[in-house]
């Protein structure tokens, strides 16, 4: 028995654009007169852009109206669009390319399952966008990380039952929304929280067709 798709997160899991996230935020929190920490930037990825906006308008003591904190949201993602313009295929995280290229070369669907409204462009410049099936616009969705909607539409797109999908991921948000499901959650990275996951690496460049295979299989003997 093995897994039959794989759906990814895209920041910190395909691509290390989890600096240019802190980078693209730091202007506003300095308009508002605050801190915003590399901890600060890792606790609100993969959540809604508005949701960090909200976050930082609370921290500030300001009042905004709605209209204004859109606005403020918009120049975060002016920002990021400006660095994220700058990737190559030379950005994607260590041994990410083979792993996709070794599913594509199997069948394997793919879906992305990111909270970026900047995924198709990313994959793009990566050069990346043809290998998935299935990309998820998060405009489209009810409920943004850590809710499994995102996860689980996914996963209905591909025609795969949730318990045959594995789902990767490095944020905190989404690997919850991941562990509500049946999938397999495979976590990446050093943080304490992705030891709940059902594989934990520390880094992409562990990612392997055969040790997912492996990793999957062992869970479904338990």
């Given at each position: 028995m093995t897994f039959k798709a794989v759906i990814f997160d895209l920041d910190g899991v395909i691509v290390n654009t989890v600096p240019l996230y802190h980078k693209a935020t730091l202007p506003v929190a300095d308009k508002l007169g605050i801190s915003f920490t590399e901890e600060?930037?890792?606790?609100?990825?993969?959540?809604?852009?508005?949701?960090?906006?909200?976050?930082?308008?609370?921290?500030?003591?300001?009042?905004?109206?709605?209209?204004e904190m859109i606005e403020l949201g918009e120049w975060r993602n002016r920002n990021y669009q400006q660095l994220i313009a700058q990737l190559t295929e030379d950005d994607?995280?260590?041994?990410?390319?083979?792993?996709?290229?070794?599913?594509?070369?199997?069948?394997?669907?793919?879906?992305?399952?990111?909270?970026?409204?900047?995924?198709?462009?990313?994959?793009?410049?990566?050069?990346?966008?043809?290998?998935?099936?299935?990309?998820?616009?998060?405009?489209?969705?009810?409920?943004?990380?850590?809710?499994?909607?995102?996860?689980?539409?996914?996963?209905?797109?591909?025609?795969?039952?949730?318990?045959?999908?594995?789902?990767i991921e490095d944020g905190e948000a989404g690997l919850e929304a991941i562990l509500s499901t049946q999938m397999f959650s495979i976590g990446v990275g050093t943080s304490s929280y992705l030891s709940a996951a059902d594989?934990?690496?520390?880094?992409?460049?562990?990612?392997?067709?055969?040790?997912?295979r492996a990793q999957y299989r062992q869970r479904q003997e338990k």
């Amino acid at each position: 028995m093995t897994f039959k798709a794989v759906i990814f997160d895209l920041d910190g899991v395909i691509v290390n654009t989890v600096p240019l996230y802190h980078k693209a935020t730091l202007p506003v929190a300095d308009k508002l007169g605050i801190s915003f920490t590399e901890e600060d930037n890792l606790a609100y990825q993969g959540r809604p852009r508005m949701e960090l906006v909200q976050m930082l308008v609370e921290r500030s003591n300001q009042s905004f109206s709605h209209e204004e904190m859109i606005e403020l949201g918009e120049w975060r993602n002016r920002n990021y669009q400006q660095l994220i313009a700058q990737l190559t295929e030379d950005d994607l995280m260590p041994g990410m390319k083979a792993f996709i290229q070794d599913l594509a070369n199997e069948s394997i669907p793919m879906a992305l399952a990111s909270a970026s409204s900047n995924a198709d462009f990313v994959l793009h410049q990566l050069g990346l966008f043809s290998y998935f099936d299935v990309i998820m616009d998060p405009k489209a969705l009810k409920n943004g990380k850590p809710h499994p909607e995102i996860f689980v539409t996914a996963a209905d797109r591909l025609g795969v039952a949730y318990k045959d999908c594995v789902a990767i991921e490095d944020g905190e948000a989404g690997l919850e929304a991941i562990l509500s499901t049946q999938m397999f959650s495979i976590g990446v990275g050093t943080s304490s929280y992705l030891s709940a996951a059902d594989w934990t690496i520390s880094q992409t460049s562990f990612l392997t067709l055969e040790k997912v295979r492996a990793q999957y299989r062992q869970r479904q003997e338990k």
